[in-house]
């Protein structure tokens, strides 16, 4: 029997963008904005991205992880009906190197496992893809948030890859919206996400 039920994380979702729509929307629109401003560390120059400084591109990955991470802090923080603020957004600068060691090792089991006929690659992204909410949830080292993970997500493949592939449509909907869509999307999908991770922590 299945520990979660994707319609009522995606309900969840939904409800709580809903009541918090405008928090969503400046949060959103904060990030969009300093992803833009970002944008010229890692634009090549003429002569292609070896003129581009290895410590920019560093400096940007860093931010963007820092940022992510406090997306999945604030949609956590919703899923336990915490008090949220745009602070949250940077709130978890002290695990940024845990955190971006945990995705290249993601990373690197992700593209051995797409190599060998992209099913044992797409086992292995849903089984494993919890690691970031255990870095940033409980402030695990990057092995043994992917052990966690792995440990969460026994049995519910199925379950989850279901749950995935309709997030991601959701997400596209909204990017056929003019982009203007994701304003809803996003909040809706990331919090459900984090409501799933709750739910089979508690099961």
């Known amino acids: 029997m299945a520990r979660f039920s994707i319609g009522e994380s995606f309900d969840f979702g939904w409800d709580t963008m809903k009541k918090n729509f405008g928090f969503f929307f400046i949060l959103l629109l904060i990030v969009f904005l300093f992803n833009i401003a970002m944008q010229p560390l890692v634009k090549p120059t003429p002569e292609g991205s070896m003129g581009v400084p290895l410590i920019a591109r560093i400096l940007y990955m860093i931010v963007m992880a820092i ?47 797409l190599l060998f006929f992209i099913i044992p690659g797409i086992y292995f992204g849903i089984r494993l893809h919890f690691y970031k909410y255990f870095v940033v949830d409980q402030g695990m080292g990057p092995i043994e948030a992917l052990q966690a993970s792995w440990a969460l997500t026994d049995g519910e493949f199925f379950n989850l890859f279901g749950l995935v592939v309709l997030l ?19 909040p809706t999908t990331m919090v459900a996400h984090a409501a799933v991770f709750k739910k089979l922590q508690a099961s």
């Open 67 to 113: 940022i992510d991470m406090g997306l999945i802090r604030i949609a956590l923080r919703f899923v336990d009906r915490l008090k949220n603020g745009f602070g949250d957004l940077f709130a978890c600068l002290p695990l940024a190197i845990s955190y971006i060691v945990s995705g290249i090792f993601f990373s690197i089991i992700l593209g051995l496992g």
């Open 168 to 186: 991601f449509l959701a997400n596209i909907l909204g990017v056929l919206c003019f982009g203007v869509g994701l304003f809803v999307s996003l």
